[in-house]
């Protein structure tokens, strides 16, 4: 847990190191990881000073509240072989400008970079209210229609209706109005809860300008990723407990990914009806984006008909429901129907993986990326994303050596594996960390070549003896 406390402060360096990547070639890799620029101009270290320093990881992450690049007055720009003693000599005026610090950037703007992952928190939400309000009027729309549909057609031949039969048909339209009432009400208390979500998410989001609520608020939202990661997981009762635990309901999706587990677990069943009717639910939003998940449910189902060797249905079935389908999947559908004239134990290899057990996971997975989208939710747990942020800005070639330390995160097999798509990290500036007190060296805390090459930090040289 102190890892991922670790890498997820990172975040902020990790974006911008993302969206400004420009893949490194050898050369600079070894420069940023190997090597440590001289300081001060004043300071000419001999060639053994070159040698590696061994940081702590805690003093190189950035605050999440502080600028990137750090308050590092000494910190100059590394020269391209990673030897500050090749560059050309700067002038005084030239140097006291460059060591000067860069401007602070405010805090809300510091903020929002953070803030950029922040969007499905309020979307979710916002998403399932605007999904109810819609089913609350078709509802009302459709029975308020067929009220009053129902009461021009007993206008019209009220004079072949006795008194009895105009009570029984004004009863069952009072019943059917009193029955809209009662769902009405239903949908519209779900809309205040839903809409009282809303409201908590941004008061949270607001509360973060707040200085002295701040660490609370980075509590908070390490226990909201926690239980985003588990409900992605399926670990639904524990992301449950935790949520109630933290009292943070209202700021968790419980109830949206257990809308999605009624689908998924279906689906592992091998019954495709509740996908089927989640579709015609979302159809006009899923038809918007193009999604071919209705057409891949429809074909699975043809599928398991041929499997039972019940081919006329098959065939029926084809023709009913994949049919329309036909001029935007041609290829899958002459591919399914081909199907027909083998049976599920083939050991033809075009056909064999139309029948593998395994096309029913990659139903759950397509599932899952159309529900995701629907809500504006990323793929990608927030907890990975968070992680490789913090990843991107530690990630350097010295974390794969041997002499990686153990505070580095990236010692573990776990974050490598998760850092191993991601760029290294861009240092454009070099820092100097005493390897006994775990501190930045700045002009306050001047750095000292001992005979041996070693940087050192003056009250360290106490330390050390």
Same mark, same amino acid.
């Given at each position: 847990?102190?890892?991922?406390?670790?890498?997820?402060?990172?975040?902020?360096?990790?974006?911008?190191?993302?969206?400004?990547?420009?893949?490194?070639?050898?050369?600079?890799?070894?420069?940023?990881?190997?090597?440590?620029?001289?300081?001060?101009?004043?300071?000419?270290?001999?060639?053994?000073?070159?040698?590696?320093?061994?940081?702590?990881?805690?003093?190189?992450?950035?605050?999440?509240?502080?600028?990137?690049?750090?308050?590092?007055?000494?910190?100059?720009?590394?020269?391209?072989?990673?030897?500050?003693?090749?560059?050309?000599?700067?002038?005084?005026?030239?140097?006291?400008?460059?060591?000067?610090?860069?401007?602070?950037?405010?805090?809300?703007?510091?903020?929002?970079?953070?803030?950029?992952?922040?969007?499905?928190?309020?979307?979710?939400?916002?998403?399932?209210?605007?999904?109810?309000?819609?089913?609350?009027?078709?509802?009302?729309?459709?029975?308020?229609?067929?009220?009053?549909?129902?009461?021009?057609?007993?206008?019209?031949?009220?004079?072949?209706?006795?008194?009895?039969?105009?009570?029984?048909?004004?009863?069952?339209?009072?019943?059917?109005?009193?029955?809209?009432?009662?769902?009405?009400?239903?949908?519209?208390?779900?809309?205040?809860?839903?809409? $009282?979500?809303?409201?908590?998410?941004?008061?949270?989001?607001?509360?973060?300008?707040?200085?002295?609520?701040?660490?609370?608020?980075?509590?908070?939202?390490?226990?909201?990723?926690?239980?985003?990661?588990?409900?992605?997981?399926?670990?639904?009762?524990?992301? @449950?407990?935790?949520?109630?635990?933290?009292?943070?309901?209202?700021?968790?999706?419980?109830?949206?990914?257990?809308?999605?587990?009624?689908?998924?677990?279906?689906?592992?069943?091998?019954?495709?009806?509740?996908?089927?009717?989640?579709?015609?639910?979302?159809?006009?939003?899923?038809?918007?984006?193009?999604?071919?998940?209705?057409?891949?449910?429809?074909?699975?189902?043809?599928?398991?008909?041929?499997?039972?060797?019940?081919?006329?249905?098959?065939?029926?079935?084809?023709?009913?429901?994949?049919?329309?389908?036909?001029?935007?999947?041609?290829?899958?559908?002459?591919?399914?129907?081909?199907?027909?004239?083998?049976?599920?134990?083939?050991?033809?290899?075009?056909?064999?993986?139309?029948?593998?057990?395994? $096309?029913?996971?990659?139903?759950?997975? $397509?599932?899952?990326?159309?529900?995701?989208?629907?809500?504006?939710?990323?793929?990608?747990?927030?907890?990975?994303?968070?992680?490789?942020?913090?990843?991107?800005?530690?990630?350097?070639?010295?974390?794969?050596?041997?002499?990686?330390? @153990?505070?580095?995160?990236?010692?573990?097999?776990?974050?490598?594996?998760?850092?191993?798509?991601?760029?290294?990290?861009?240092?454009?500036?070099?820092?100097?960390?005493?390897?006994?007190?775990?501190?930045?060296?700045?002009?306050?805390?001047?750095?000292?070549?001992?005979?041996?090459?070693?940087?050192?930090?003056?009250?360290?040289?106490?330390?050390?003896?």
């Amino acid at each position: 847990m102190r890892s991922y406390f670790l890498v997820i402060n990172c975040r902020q360096e990790g974006i911008r190191s993302l969206q400004s990547f420009k893949k490194p070639n050898r050369r600079e890799s070894t420069t940023h990881s190997r090597r440590w620029i001289p300081v001060s101009t004043a300071i000419r270290p001999s060639p053994a000073s070159s040698l590696p320093i061994s940081p702590s990881i805690h003093h190189l992450l950035p605050s999440p509240l502080s600028p990137l690049g750090g308050d590092m007055d000494m910190a100059i720009d590394s020269a391209p072989n990673g030897d500050a003693s090749s560059s050309p000599a700067v002038p005084p005026a030239t140097a006291a400008a460059a060591a000067a610090p860069p401007a602070p950037t405010t805090r809300l703007a510091q903020l929002a970079e953070s803030l950029k992952l922040e969007y499905q928190f309020v979307r979710v939400p916002l998403e399932h209210l605007k999904k109810t309000m819609r089913t609350n009027y078709r509802l009302a729309e459709k029975e308020v229609a067929a009220v009053l549909s129902s009461v021009a057609e007993a206008v019209d031949r009220s004079d072949a209706m006795s008194r009895d039969d105009a009570l029984t048909h004004l009863s069952s339209l009072v019943s059917r109005l009193q029955s809209l009432k009662r769902k009405l009400e239903e949908g519209s208390r779900v809309e205040n809860l839903q809409a $009282q979500r809303c409201r908590a998410r941004l008061e949270h989001l607001d509360s973060v300008a707040d200085a002295d609520k701040f660490a609370e608020w980075k509590d908070v939202r390490l226990t909201r990723i926690l239980v985003d990661y588990m409900l992605r997981m399926s670990y639904y009762d524990t992301a @449950k407990k935790l949520a109630e635990t933290s009292k943070i309901q209202e700021l968790v999706d419980i109830d949206v990914f257990l809308e999605a587990k009624k689908v998924i677990d279906s689906l592992r069943n091998k019954e495709v009806a509740p996908a089927l009717a989640w579709c015609a639910e979302n159809k006009s939003r899923l038809k918007k984006s193009k999604s071919k998940l209705e057409f891949q449910l429809r074909l699975q189902e043809f599928i398991e008909l041929v499997r039972a060797d019940e081919k006329l249905r098959a065939v029926s079935y084809a023709r009913k429901y994949l049919a329309p389908w036909a001029a935007a999947y041609t290829k899958e559908l002459q591919h399914a129907m081909a199907t027909l004239a083998f049976r599920h134990n083939t050991e033809c290899s075009t056909y064999k993986d139309a029948f593998e057990p395994s $096309q029913w996971d990659c139903l759950v997975e $397509q599932f899952k990326q159309e529900f995701c989208g629907l809500f504006g939710m990323t793929n990608e747990p927030l907890l990975n994303i968070y992680l490789q942020a913090g990843l991107t800005a530690l990630k350097t070639p010295l974390c794969y050596q041997e002499a990686c330390r @153990k505070e580095d995160p990236l010692s573990q097999e776990g974050f490598r594996k998760l850092a191993e798509p991601l760029p290294f990290s861009k240092l454009h500036h070099s820092k100097l960390v005493c390897y006994i007190t775990k501190e930045s060296m700045d002009h306050e805390n001047p750095p000292l070549v001992l005979p041996n090459g070693l940087w050192k930090k003056w009250p360290a040289r106490t330390k050390a003896k």
